[in-house]
C-alpha cells in the first residue's frame, strides 16, 4: 500500500478518498522491472523459491498453492469483454501480494517480460532444473504476435464499445497471439495460469496499460468517479475482493510503477525512430504484409462449406453474382458499424470450430484478412485488412463467452477436442469501406500461418464445421 498523500498526487478522484482504506505512512513504490534487469537482482532466487514451494503445495484452497490461481483464472476471469485489463490488474497484485508472503521476501515484485525487446522466451523459463519450466510449450519467440496498432495516437478511447478503443486491441495483438504462439497450456485461457510465463506476459500487458495511460496525448479512460468503475473484482472465496476504481487509472494506488512507462515505438528487428522530435513520426502501422496465399474456390455468398487449417497459408474466394454485389454494396454505403459489435452487414462467420490434438499443442495462429492484396505495397498495413486472428486462444474464448451466456463466470468449463464447436464472427464491413475494390466479382478471405517456432508440427490443427461470408446481420 502507499500513503494518503501519494494516492492524492494519483490521478484518483479526491471523492473517491472516502471508499479506500487507511494505508501506512510514507511506503516507497514498488518497481516492476523487466525480466532482463530482474533476473540479475537480488530478488530472482526469491521468486524462484517462491513459485517452487507453491507448486509443492497441493491444496488447491489455499493461495499460497499454486493450483488456487488458475482456478481462479478460470472460473472469474473476463475475456474478450469488459474489464480485460482491469480485472486482470487486480489478479496480478493479489498473486504478487502472496508471492512475497510464501518467499518471505517484502521486497518481491513481480517482473514483466518485454518481448518488444526480447521477444524469444527467456532462457530460465527452458531450463527443466529451474522452477520457472513448464513442459508442453511449443513455440519460443512471439516476434509474430506483435504489433504497433494499439499504440497509434489514433487510439484514444479505453473500453470496448468505443471506436480505436485501447482494451480491445491490446487483447487483439499482443496478448492473445503471444499465449498462441508459446503454445501448450499457455494457449489455453482456462490453464494458462499454471505456466509460469503467464505472469510476465500479463506483466507485460499491464506495462503497457500503465504505459498507453501515461503517453496522455489525448488518450481517454472513464473517469473514477464514473459508474464504469462501480464494483468489485472477485478471486476466489480465500482473496479479499478488489474495487474496480482501484484499478482505474493508475498503478501507484497498489504500490507499483514499472521501470520503463513509454510505448513501444517500433518492433524487433525494425529500425529504431528517429530520436530528434522535430523528425519523429506518428508511430507508423505499416508492416511487411505477406502476400496473398493461392486460393481454393469458397461457397457462394451466404451459404457455407467446411474447411480444414493446416500448416499451411491459404485464402478463399466468394465468387460474387451481380445480385451479391449489390447487396455488398449496399452494406458498404449503409451508415458504419460500430467498431465492437459482434457482428454487422458484411461478416466472415466460422461455425463449429474446434481444434484437432495436433492444434491443441499451440504454437501457431492464423491472421484472417479480406482482400488482401497479392503483392502488398510497403506501405499496406494490417489496419487496412486484417480482421482478426484465430488460434487455440481465440477459440477457447469464444467458447468460455458462449459457456458463460446466462450463468455468470460460473458458467465457463474447460474446452478441449470434447468441447462444443466454437463460432468466431468477423465484421467486415468496415475493412471493406477502407480499401473499397474496384470491381465486386469476388471476396477473398486469407488464412495466413503465424508460427512461434521454426520447425512447427504439420498436420491439420483446425476443423471449421461452416465457413462462409454474410451480406445480412449475423443472429
Keep these: ?96 501480494g502472496w ?63 468505443t471506436t480505436d478503443a485501447f482494451e480491445p486491441l491490446v487483447e487483439a495483438r499482443p496478448h492473445n497471439p503471444v499465449h498462441n504462439l508459446i503454445g501448450g497450456i ?36 472513464p473517469a473514477a468517479t464514473s459508474s464504469y468503475w462501480t464494483g468489485s473484482f472477485q478471486y476466489g472465496p480465500a482473496i479479499k475482493a478488489v474495487p474496480r476504481v482501484w484499478t482505474s487509472t493508475t498503478t501507484t494506488y497498489f504500490g507499483y510503477q514499472y521501470d520503463d512507462q513509454t510505448l513501444p515505438t517500433s518492433l524487433p528487428g525494425s529500425p529504431p525512430p528517429p530520436t530528434s522530435s522535430a523528425l519523429a513520426p506518428a508511430i507508423s502501422l505499416a508492416g511487411a504484409l505477406p502476400p496473398r496465399p493461392a486460393g481454393i474456390a469458397g461457397p457462394p ?25 449489390n447487396r455488398v454494396r449496399s452494406a458498404m454505403l449503409h451508415a458504419a458499424t460500430a467498431a465492437a459489435s459482434e457482428s454487422g452487414p458484411v461478416c466472415v462467420v466460422l461455425d463449429q470450430v474446434q481444434l484437432t490434438g495436433l492444434g491443441e499443442r ?23 485488412f486484417l480482421l482478426g486472428m484465430v488460434g487455440p486462444f481465440e477459440i477457447g474464448v469464444a467458447q468460455m463467452k458462449a459457456a458463460m451466456r446466462g450463468k455468470g463466470m460460473h458458467g465457463m468449463h474447460a474446452g478441449g477436442s470434447g468441447a ?12 471493406l469501406r477502407r480499401n473499397w475494390p474496384p470491381h465486386l466479382d469476388k471476396l ?10 521454426k520447425q512447427p508440427a504439420k498436420g491439420a490443427t483446425i476443423r471449421i464445421g461452416a465457413f462462409s461470408v454474410q451480406a445480412d446481420p449475423v443472429k
Design 99 to 161: 508471492l512475497r508472503k510464501v518467499s518471505g521476501d517484502p521486497n518481491l515484485v513481480l517482473p514483466y517480460w518485454n518481448y518488444y525487446v526480447t521477444p524469444q522466451v527467456p532462457s530460465e523459463f527452458l531450463d527443466p532444473t529451474l522452477s520457472l519450466y513448464h513442459s508442453g510449450r511449443t513455440g519460443t519467440d512471439v516476434t509474430g504476435a506483435l504489433s504497433l496498432d494499439p499504440f497509434a495516437d489514433t487510439v484514444i478511447h479505453f473500453p470496448r464499445g
Design 301 to 325: 455468398l451466404g451459404s457455407s462449406q467446411p474447411l480444414v487449417l493446416d500448416e499451411h497459408s491459404l485464402s478463399v474466394d466468394i465468387m460474387l453474382t451481380a445480385q451479391d454485389a
Design 186 to 221: 499457455m494457449s489455453s485461457v482456462y490453464y494458462s495460469p499454471w505456466d509460469p510465463l503467464f505472469w510476465v506476459h500479463h506483466a507485460s500487458i499491464d506495462r503497457l496499460w500503465a504505459a498507453w495511460t501515461a503517453a496522455d496525448n489525448g488518450r481517454l479512460q
Design 1 to 96: 500500500m502507499i500513503s494518503r498523500r501519494r494516492f492524492l498526487q494519483s490521478s484518483l478522484s479526491v471523492a473517491l478518498v472516502p471508499l479506500l482504506p487507511r494505508v501506512a505512512l510514507s511506503v516507497d513504490l514498488r518497481v516492476r522491472q523487466s525480466w532482463d534487469a530482474f533476473r540479475t537482482g537480488p530478488t530472482y532466487a526469491s521468486l524462484r523459491n517462491a513459485i517452487g514451494l507453491m507448486r509443492a503445495n497441493k491444496n488447491a484452497a489455499d493461495p499460497a498453492s499454486w493450483a488456487y490461481w488458475p482456478n481462479v483464472h478460470k472460473n472469474f476471469c473476463p475475456h474478450g469483454t469488459t474489464y480485460f485489463l482491469a480485472w486482470h490488474r487486480g489478479f496480478l497484485y493479489r498473486f504478487e
Design 420 to 431: 462444443a464447436g466454437a463460432r468466431l464472427i468477423f465484421p467486415a464491413t468496415d475493412t
Design 444 to 453: 477473398t478471405v486469407s488464412f495466413v500461418r503465424v508460427d512461434g517456432s
Design 362 to 384: 499451440g504454437g501457431y495462429f492464423y491472421k484472417v484478412y479480406l482482400n488482401l492484396p497479392e503483392h502488398p505495397d510497403a506501405g499496406d498495413s494490417d489496419r487496412s
